[in-house]
C-alpha cells in the first residue's frame, strides 16, 4: 500500500502525501526494502494477492510497480493466478498510464468512480471516469472493480437510483458500495458542522442502501460483503482476506499488517502499523530497512474477536469449520446459543446460527454493527470464563 | 493573638459578677458575608444596679451585600464624631482593656430582630440587596470589622452563600454601641431567610423584641418581604421598617413607605430611609431600635435557660452550638441538658463571637454566644432546642419542632465507583446540616444512592451545590418529588403500619386505590407580588397549576399582591422560572406550608415495550396525568437511541394507556467500508460499544443509557 494522491478531497482523511518526482527513486527503493524485510520476517513462502492502494497509487510510475513485484517474487513466491490489483483515480493522466500498468504486472483495477463530483472536489468529471473504466475493461476485462458512493450533499433517493443505473451500464463485474461518511478534520465535515451542506438522513441513506442492494441483485451483482458486489464470480481475492482473517503484510507509509513474525521466533499474530508520514517513513526505511510504528501482539480473545468482526460482514458468514480454524476448542453453538439476546436476534430473522454457521440475514447484514456488540461480549465472556482453555490454539 | 486574649471588660462590682470577653483576632473576618435577617438585640434598660447598660445585638444577618457598607460607614463615623467608647476597633492590637473597661453588662436584656427582607430572598433564585451591607455596616460602626476591602461579606463564609446571596448557615457577631453615655452590646445572629428555614427563623424570633424590616428602596416590598412581616407580626415584635438603597437612581422610598403603609399598616413615618452603601442615616437606624423596642425581661438570677439557634460541626472540637442566653448565666465546667434528647454534657468551652469566637468564662442572660459540650452530632443541638443546668429544670422554649422535610429528591454518583467518596462527602455535609433526611436508595438505571428529604427547593439546591463545590462530588439528581399522605381504609395494612395515616415518599411505595379512603397531598400558600401587567398571565398560569386564588390586593398604582393556594407538587419543579421569564424578573414568588388537603393523585408508570420502568414512576393528579405522561413520553423519546426494533414509549395508569410516543427501529448502521486498514479502528469502536452496553439497563430488551434516565430524571437546566 502506497500513499499516492495529487489532491486532496474534500471528504479524504486519508493519508495524503503529494509526491514529487525527485524522491520516485527514493520511495521505489524503500518500498523494495521494507517489502523484503517484512518478507523475511514473516518466513511466508507464497503471496497469493497484491493489493496496490492507499490513495492513488496511479500516480505512481508503471516501473514502481514492476520493480516492487519483482521484490516480491524474488524473496517469496508469487503465484500465476496472484490477484495483483491497482487502484487507480480516474484522470486523463490516471486512463493513459493504465496498459503500462498492466504490463508491470497489474491484473486488476479497482477505480475509484463518481460522476457528479463538483461539490466534493474531485479534480475529475464524469467523462474523465467514464473513460478509465472503459479503458480499464479493455485491458482487464472481467478484473475491473468501480467504486460507488451514495449518501452525497443533496442526493436523494430517486436521484441516487438513477445515478446507479447509469453507472452499472458501464461498470465491469465488481463494485463496491460505499456511504459517505463524515470524517472529522474534512472540508466537508465542516461544510456540513456549518450548515452549508446537508447529507441525507439515516432513515434515507438505509433506503438508498437497500435499494442499492435490490438493484444490484436485480443487474446480476450477488452481494457477498456488507459493501461488495460481484458478477460472474468476480469477487476480490484481496479483500476477501480481509474478512476471512488471513495474514497480510503492510508495506508503505501507513500500512496495516497482521501476521506472526516469525522470523522472529514468533508464533503469535501481531496488527502492525508502518509510520504514517512518508518522509519519516522514508528515513526509517533507510535506517533500519523497515518502518513499522506499533506491533501489537492479538490474544487469542483478540485474534478471535477479529475473525467474528470481519467474518460476518461476509453474505455466507463464518463457517463452523473456519471458526474451528482459530478456535478448535470453543465451537460457535457453545459460545453463542444459550444467550437469550442471540435467541432473540434469530427469532426476529436478523441472525442465523445453524450447521453451516454464523451468518446475517439480508436484513441483519444491514445491522451488523448493533449485533457485534452483543456477540463480543458473549465471545469475551466464554473465553475469559475459562470455559475455553486453548489459549495455545493454532495462530495462522 | 495571644495579647489580645486579654479580659477586656468586667461588670462594675455593683452587678455582683464579674464578666469576661476575650475578643479573638477580628481583622482575620474580611471574608465573610453578611447577610441581615433577625437582629437580636438586648436593649437599653436602665439598670437596677443603677450601672451603665449594655445593649446586645443579636443580628440575623442574611444578604450579603448591604451590610458590608452599613458596617463600614458606621466605622468610619465612630472614628470621626468620637461617638464610639472603643476607638478604632478597626484591629485587635488595638481592641485594649482600657478603651471598654466602662462597660458593664446588663442582666437584663431585650432581643432585637432584623430582619432583611425586600429583594433578598425570593424562593431559589436569589437576589440579594440591602441587608447584608446593612448588618456589615453595623458591625464596622461599631468596630467589630475591620475595615479593610477584603471584608465584603463578612458573616457569609460559603461559597454557596457568596455567590447566592443568601445564608444557609446562621452566622453570629456582637458589638458595642455607645448611645447617650450608655453602651450596648450588640449581638448580631445571621440566620437563614428563606421560606424554606422559616423554621429556624421562627425559632429566632421567638426570642426577639424587633425587627427591621429592610426593603429596597427600587423593588419595594418583594413577596418574602411579607412572609418575614408576617413572621414577626405574629411574634408580636417590634417592626422597625428600614428602605435601603435610597442611593439608587430609580429609587423611590416615597412608594416603598406608601407600600408599606398599605401593606402592613406601619405609619409612614416610622420608615428610616437609609442608603447602607453610602452610610446614610444607617447611625439612625441603631438609635432607633435602642429607642422604639421594648426593654428585655431576662435575669441572670433566673436558673439558666438558652435557646440553641444553630449549629455547626467542627471535626476536632464536634459541635458548636450558638445559642442565645434567657436566663442566669453559663459557666466552663457547668452540666447541661438538651431538653429534645434529655442528654446531659460538660461545657468545655464558651464565648462570644465577633463574629470570630472569643471564648471566656461565663456567658450571662442575654448575652449570645458559643458553646462546645461534646456533643457528637449536630443533630444533639438541634435547632430550636433549649439547654439548661442539670441542677435546675426549666420549661422548654415552646414551639420546637425537629425539622420536616417537605421536598425528596434521589441522590445518586454519577459513577458507581465514586459511591462511598459520595457517602462519605453526604455524611459529612449532614454533619452541618441535620434539617437533611437521608434514606438508602437505589435504582436499577443509576445504582446505589440516597432518597434526601429537604426543607424546601433553596435547601435541596444549596446541599446539591455544597457537595459539588466543598466536596467536589458529581451527582445526579432526580426531579424533586413532594411527600403525599393516604389514609387508609384496609383494616390490615393499618396493622401493619400502626396507624391509619401513611406519609409516602417514594412513588414506588404508592398504596393502591383499593385500600386507601382518601389520598392527601402537601399544599402551600403562596405570595405573588407582580406589576399588574403580567396579572393576566400569572393567574393562567396558577390556574394550570391547580391554584387557588385567595386574595388579591393593589399594593400601590401598579403592583398587586395575590395570595394563592398551591399544591406543592406543582411548584417544586419550574414555577418560580417560568413566573420570573413571564414577568420580564419583576414578580416575586413566595409560599409557606398549608397543610396537607384531599386531592385525587395517581401512581402513572412508564413503559417500554409494555415493561414498567420502575424509577421512571411518579404520583400525578389525575387531572394533569395526561400531559405529564405526554412530557415524560417525549423526553425519554428523544432521549433513547433507535434501536433494532421499534419502542413504544407509554405512560399509563393502571392498565390503561394514556399517552405514547414512539422510537422508530433503525434500518441500517453498518459502517459501508472494511478494509486491512479499517480494522484496528473497527474494533476499538466495537469495543467500546460493547462496554457501554455492560452499563445499559435493560428494560425487557430495550437498552436504555444512563444518560437517558439522567435526561428525564433530573431537573431540567434552569
Known amino acids: 500500500r502506497c500513499s499516492y494522491c495529487n489532491n486532496k478531497c474534500s471528504y479524504c482523511n486519508f493519508n495524503k502525501y503529494i509526491p514529487r518526482s525527485d524522491n520516485q527513486d527514493v520511495m521505489l527503493e524503500c518500498l523494495q526494502r521494507e517489502t523484503e524485510t517484512l518478507l523475511k520476517l514473516s518466513q511466508v513462502s507464497r503471496i497469493t494477492s497484491v493489493f496496490f492502494g492507499g490513495g492513488t497509487p496511479s500516480l505512481a510510475r508503471p516501473s514502481t510497480i514492476a520493480a516492487v513485484l519483482q ?67 479493455r485491458l482487464c476485462p472481467g478484473r475491473v472493480s468501480v467504486d460507488v458512493m451514495f449518501g452525497r450533499p443533496g442526493q436523494s433517493v430517486a436521484s441516487w437510483e438513477l445515478e446507479l443505473d447509469e453507472l452499472l451500464s458501464v461498470c465491469d463485474d465488481h463494485v463496491s458500495l460505499y ?154 453453538y457453545q459460545i453463542l446459543s444459550s444467550s437469550s439476546e442471540v435467541q432473540d436476534l434469530q427469532q426476529t430473522g436478523l441472525l442465523i446460527l445453524d450447521d453451516r454457521g454464523l451468518r446475517c440475514s439480508w436484513q441483519g447484514l444491514a445491522l451488523l454493527d448493533s449485533m457485534l456488540p452483543t456477540l463480543l461480549l458473549l465471545l469475551e465472556a466464554y473465553i475469559t470464563q475459562g470455559l475455553d482453555n486453548n489459549s495455545d490454539s493454532l495462530q495462522l | 493573638m495571644g495579647e489580645a486574649r486579654t479580659q477586656f471588660f468586667t461588670t462594675p462590682a455593683t452587678a455582683g459578677n464579674s464578666s469576661s470577653l476575650s475578643p479573638g483576632s477580628i481583622s482575620e473576618t474580611a471574608d465573610y458575608g453578611l447577610y441581615l435577617a433577625p437582629f437580636f438585640l438586648n436593649t437599653h434598660l436602665p439598670s437596677a444596679h443603677g450601672s451603665s447598660s449594655c445593649l446586645s445585638i443579636i443580628m440575623s444577618i442574611r444578604s450579603p451585600h448591604s451590610c458590608r457598607a452599613f458596617i463600614r460607614h458606621i466605622v468610619c463615623r465612630t472614628r470621626t464624631n468620637g461617638l464610639s467608647p472603643i476607638p478604632n476597633f478597626g484591629s485587635i492590637a488595638q481592641f485594649t482593656i ?23 430572598l425570593v424562593h431559589y433564585h436569589i437576589h440579594t440587596h440591602g441587608s447584608h451591607k446593612y448588618s456589615s455596616h453595623c458591625l464596622v460602626f461599631t468596630g467589630a470589622i475591620a475595615t479593610t476591602d477584603k471584608n465584603k461579606q463578612v458573616l457569609d463564609k460559603l461559597q454557596v452563600e457568596r455567590e447566592r446571596g443568601i445564608t444557609v448557615k446562621a452566622q453570629t457577631a456582637s458589638l458595642f454601641y455607645k448611645y447617650q453615655g450608655q453602651t450596648y452590646l450588640l449581638n448580631l445572629i445571621d440566620t437563614p431567610g428563606h421560606v424554606d428555614f422559616s423554621y429556624e427563623v421562627s425559632r429566632s424570633i421567638s426570642a426577639c423584641q424587633g425587627v427591621l424590616l429592610i426593603v429596597d428602596a427600587n423593588q419595594g416590598i418583594q413577596a418574602q418581604t411579607v412572609a418575614n412581616f408576617y413572621l414577626a407580626f405574629e411574634a408580636q415584635l417590634t417592626i422597625i421598617p428600614v428602605i435601603n438603597k435610597i ?31 453610602l452610610g446614610t442615616n444607617v447611625e439612625q437606624v441603631l438609635q432607633e431600635v435602642v429607642k422604639r423596642l421594648p426593654p428585655p425581661t431576662f435575669k441572670k438570677e433566673d436558673p439558666f435557660k438558652a435557646l440553641v439557634f444553630d449549629s455547626n460541626f467542627d471535626h476536632y472540637r464536634g459541635v458548636v452550638a450558638n445559642i442565645a442566653l434567657f436566663g442566669g448565666y453559663l459557666s466552663k465546667g457547668d452540666r447541661i441538658i438538651s431538653a429534645y434528647l434529655g442528654k446531659s454534657y460538660e461545657v468545655n468551652e464558651l464565648g462570644l463571637l465577633r ?74 455535609l449532614t454533619l452541618n446540616d441535620s434539617s437533611v433526611t437521608v434514606q438508602r436508595d437505589s435504582s436499577l438505571a443509576l445504582g446505589a444512592g440516597w432518597r434526601l428529604g429537604f426543607l424546601g427547593l433553596l435547601h435541596m439546591e444549596v446541599f446539591n451545590q455544597r457537595l459539588e463545590q466543598e466536596y467536589n462530588a458529581s451527582v445526579i439528581v432526580t426531579a424533586p418529588t413532594v411527600p403525599y399522605k393516604a389514609i387508609l381504609s384496609s383494616a390490615k395494612l393499618i396493622k401493619e403500619h400502626g396507624k391509619e395515616e401513611i406519609t409516602i415518599v417514594n412513588p414506588a411505595q404508592f398504596p393502591d386505590r383499593s385500600v386507601v379512603k382518601e389520598y392527601l397531598e402537601p399544599m402551600v400558600m403562596g405570595t405573588i407580588i407582580t406589576p399588574d401587567d403580567y396579572i393576566g398571565k400569572i393567574m393562567s398560569i396558577c390556574l394550570n397549576r391547580r391554584a387557588v386564588q385567595k386574595n388579591m390586593v393593589y399594593i400601590d398604582d401598579h403592583r398587586v399582591m395575590m395570595k394563592y393556594l398551591f399544591p406543592l407538587n ?38 417500554l415495550n409494555g415493561k414498567p420502568v420502575e424509577e421512571l414512576t411518579t404520583i400525578v393528579h389525575k387531572d394533569r396525568a395526561y400531559s405529564a405522561g ?78 437517558a434516565f439522567i435526561n428525564v430524571l433530573k431537573r431540567k437546566d434552569k
Open chain 1, 71 to 137: 521484490t516480491v517474487t524474488r524473496h517469496a513466491g508469487l503465484s500465476e493466478e496472484a490477484e495483483v490489483t491497482l487502484e487507480v483515480n480516474p484522470t486523463p493522466v490516471g486512463s493513459s498510464k493504465l496498459e503500462d500498468f498492466l504490463h508491470a504486472g497489474v491484473n486488476r483495477f479497482s477505480i475509484g468512480v463518481q460522476v457528479r463530483l463538483r461539490v466534493l472536489g474531485r479534480d475529475h468529471n464524469s467523462q474523465h471516469a467514464l473513460q478509465t473504466v472503459a479503458e480499464a475493461r
Open chain 2, 98 to 120: 482600657p478603651a471598654i473597661s466602662g462597660l458593664s453588662i446588663l442582666t437584663k436584656c431585650g432581643l432585637l430582630c432584623i430582619f432583611v427582607s425586600g429583594s433578598m
Open chain 1, 179 to 332: 456511504q459517505l461518511t463524515l470524517e472529522r478534520g474534512t472540508q466537508l465535515f465542516r461544510q456540513v458542522q456549518k450548515g452549508q451542506l446537508s447529507v441525507p438522513s439515516d432513515d434515507i441513506t438505509a433506503v438508498m442502501y437497500d435499494s442499492a442492494r435490490r438493484i444490484l441483485q436485480k443487474r446480476g451483482y450477488l452481494q457477498y460483503e456488507v459493501s461488495n458486489f460481484a458478477r460472474n464470480g468476480a469477487i476480490s481475492q484481496h479483500n476477501m482476506s480481509y474478512w476471512k482473517a488471513s495474514q497480510y503484510l503492510g508495506v508503505g507509509p501507513g500500512a496495516h499488517g497482521r501476521f506472526v513474525p516469525r522470523g522472529e521466533g514468533d508464533v503469535c499474530r501481531e496488527a502492525r502499523t508502518q509510520t504514517l508520514e512518508p518522509d519519516v517513513w522514508l528515513r526509517e526505511v533507510q535506517q533500519r530497512s523497515h518502518g513499522t510504528r506499533r506491533r501489537i501482539p492479538l490474544t487469542h480473545l483478540g485474534l478471535l474477536e477479529e475473525v467474528l468482526v470481519m467474518g460476518l460482514r461476509l453474505i455466507d458468514g463464518i463457517t463452523h469449520q473456519h471458526w474451528q480454524l482459530f478456535s478448535p476448542r470453543a465451537d460457535l
Open chain 2, 570 to 607: 406543582e411548584i417544586v419543579v419550574d414555577f418560580y422560572d417560568l413566573l420570573k421569564s413571564m414577568s420580564s424578573g419583576y414578580a416575586s414568588f413566595d409560599y409557606e406550608d398549608a397543610g396537607y388537603q384531599a386531592a385525587h393523585v395517581i401512581k402513572m408508570d412508564i413503559l
Open chain 2, 247 to 277: 442611593d439608587l437612581k430609580n429609587a423611590d422610598p416615597e412608594r416603598v413607605e406608601k407600600q408599606i403603609e398599605k401593606v402592613f399598616d406601619i405609619p409612614t413615618e416610622e420608615c428610616i430611609r437609609i442608603s447602607a452603601k
Open chain 2, 355 to 428: 463574629p470570630d469566637e472569643h471564648p471566656t468564662d461565663r456567658l450571662y442572660a442575654g448575652q449570645v454566644g458559643y458553646v462546645i459540650a461534646g456533643m457528637k452530632e449536630v443533630k444533639e443541638a438541634q435547632i430550636g432546642d433549649t439547654l439548661y443546668h442539670q441542677k435546675h429544670l426549666v420549661e422548654a422554649f415552646p414551639g420546637f419542632k425537629p425539622a420536616k422535610a417537605m421536598v425528596f429528591a434521589g441522590m445518586y454518583p454519577m459513577d458507581q465507583s465514586d459511591y462511598s467518596a459520595l457517602r462519605s462527602a453526604v455524611e459529612k
Open chain 2, 630 to 707: 405526554k412530557a415524560m413520553c417525549e423526553r425519554l423519546q428523544d432521549a433513547i437511541p433507535r434501536q433494532m426494533f421499534e419502542i413504544a414509549v407509554q405512560a399509563a395508569i393502571g392498565s390503561k394507556v394514556i399517552a405514547r410516543e414512539t422510537i422508530k427501529a433503525y434500518k441500517k448502521n453498518v459502517l459501508a467500508k472494511c478494509y486491512g486498514g479499517d480494522i484496528t479502528r473497527k474494533m476499538k469502536l466495537l469495543k467500546k460499544q460493547a462496554e457501554g452496553k455492560k452499563k445499559m439497563r435493560y428494560v425487557g430488551t430495550v437498552q436504555v443509557p444512563k444518560d
